[in-house]
Every structure is written in structure tokens, then in C-alpha cells.
């Protein structure tokens, strides 16, 4: 079945530095990428999304960029500081019958050391 | 502007017991998933309505698990009986386009 992979699962570094988290997904029909960022015992928070017209899209530090032939997507965080730990999910559409639902990744727990 | 509201917050019940978790979504959307998160399996969508009517429930896990939407601003998701296998934190979301997913803070379940 369709599914999408999230690498890393864990990722530490230093406050300041940039952190990429990288996705891949199996239905070349996927049209729509979000990702969302879930702090401990909060609920996910959609931080950036992507369709598969626009290649790259930027909201400050943060940015998407999508490759459809490959089927790769990446989120890159810049300039990290320790608000931003948290984990990070990836997601991708996929069309079931008429309508579309997401398929989310297994999430990558981000930790920036200050 | 209010979210997604979920109740309870968190749930303590005994294996065997009926469980109802609720969900109102945000005005106006008319897409409402249902996912359960925990460590093991991650984030799973287990049914989602779109006009109130039931898309796709392939994710529900057993005939114990049952979801309605009677009206556009009210979904419950009901597990009986529950079991200690079904501890989790289930979290409601709403959408416009079936795509922008915002989710509401989840009702945290713990079965004895």
C-alpha cells in the first residue's frame, strides 16, 4: 500500500545550525505535502505545506523543497533554536476513491542543544 | 476564533467498559478525521466524513470501534468494549479541503 519513510527519526544539534528532515513517498499521485510540528503532549501543529506545482516554498526559517521525480520531499529548518524541538511529521495526499486523505511519516524528534 | 474541540481531555476506564470520545470541528469545515497516536504505530487516520458522511473507515481496527457525524459540528468516536490495547491519544481534526488538517489537543485514553 501507499506509505510515506521519514528520516531520521532522531536528529540533535546545536542551536544555531540548520536541521533537514527528509521524506519519501510511494504514490506518484501525491499531490499535497505538510508538515507538522508536535511538541510533548500537544497536539500536531501544520507548520509549512507544499503542492506538487511549486518545487520549493519559504516562511522565514523555515522551508520545503519537493522533487516529484525522485518522489522526495525535505523540510530544512535555519538558524535552529531550542523552541523549535519537537517532532516533526511529514505527510503526503493520497487519493482513496473520490477523495484524498494523508498518509503521515513516522516522525523525526528534533532535538536543538542550546 | 475556537479549534477543535475535543472531550474529555483524558480518559481512565476499565477493560470492558464503553468509552465515547467527542469532537467538534472547526466552523465551517466540512472534512473530520479521526487518528489515534501512539509510540508504537504512529499517527494513524482511522475514519474520516466529508459533508458529514463516512469516506473511508479502513483505518477503524475492529468492530469494537464505531464513528458517527449526526451534524456538521459534531462527531463522536465510541470503543466497545475497550481494551488495555486500545491506550492511546486519539485526536480529532477538522478540514476545509480535505488537505489543511488542524487538529484539536486529543483525548488521552488509558484502559486497565
Known amino acids: 500500500g501507499e506509505n510515506v519513510e521519514q528520516h531520521p527519526s532522531t536528529l540533535s544539534v546545536q542551536e544555531g545550525d540548520s536541521a533537514v528532515i527528509k521524506c519519501t513517498y510511494s504514490?506518484?499521485?501525491?499531490?499535497?505535502f505538510p508538515w507538522y510540528k508536535q511538541e510533548l503532549g500537544k497536539r500536531p501543529q501544520l507548520i509549512i505545506d507544499?503542492?506538487?506545482?511549486?518545487g520549493e516554498k519559504k516562511d522565514q526559517r523555515i522551508a520545503v523543497t519537493l522533487n516529484k521525480t525522485a518522489k522526495h520531499f525535505s523540510l530544512h529548518i535555519t538558524e535552529t533554536q531550542p523552541e523549535d524541538s519537537a517532532v516533526y511529521f511529514c505527510?503526503?495526499?493520497?487519493?482513496?476513491?473520490?477523495?484524498?486523505?494523508?498518509?503521515f511519516g513516522t516522525g523525526t524528534l528534533l532535538a536543538v542543544q542550546p | 476564533d475556537a479549534g477543535v474541540i475535543q472531550s474529555p481531555r483524558h480518559e481512565v476506564t476499565e477493560m470492558g467498559q464503553e468509552v465515547t470520545l467527542r469532537c467538534k470541528p472547526i466552523s465551517g469545515h466540512n472534512s473530520l478525521f479521526w487518528y489515534r497516536q501512539t509510540m508504537m504505530r504512529g499517527l494513524e487516520l482511522l475514519i474520516y466524513f466529508n459533508n458529514n458522511v463516512p469516506i473511508d473507515d479502513s483505518g477503524m481496527p475492529e468492530d469494537r470501534f464505531s464513528a458517527k457525524m449526526p451534524n456538521a459540528s459534531f462527531s463522536t468516536l465510541k470503543i466497545q468494549p475497550s481494551e488495555p490495547r486500545d491506550s492511546a491519544v486519539y485526536f480529532c481534526a477538522s478540514s476545509l479541503t480535505l488537505l489543511k488538517q488542524y487538529f484539536g489537543p486529543g483525548t488521552r485514553l488509558t484502559v486497565t
Open positions: 507544499i503542492r506538487s506545482n511549486v
Open positions: 504514490d506518484s499521485a501525491s499531490n499535497y
Open positions: 505527510a503526503a495526499s493520497i487519493r482513496g476513491g473520490a477523495t484524498n486523505k494523508l498518509i
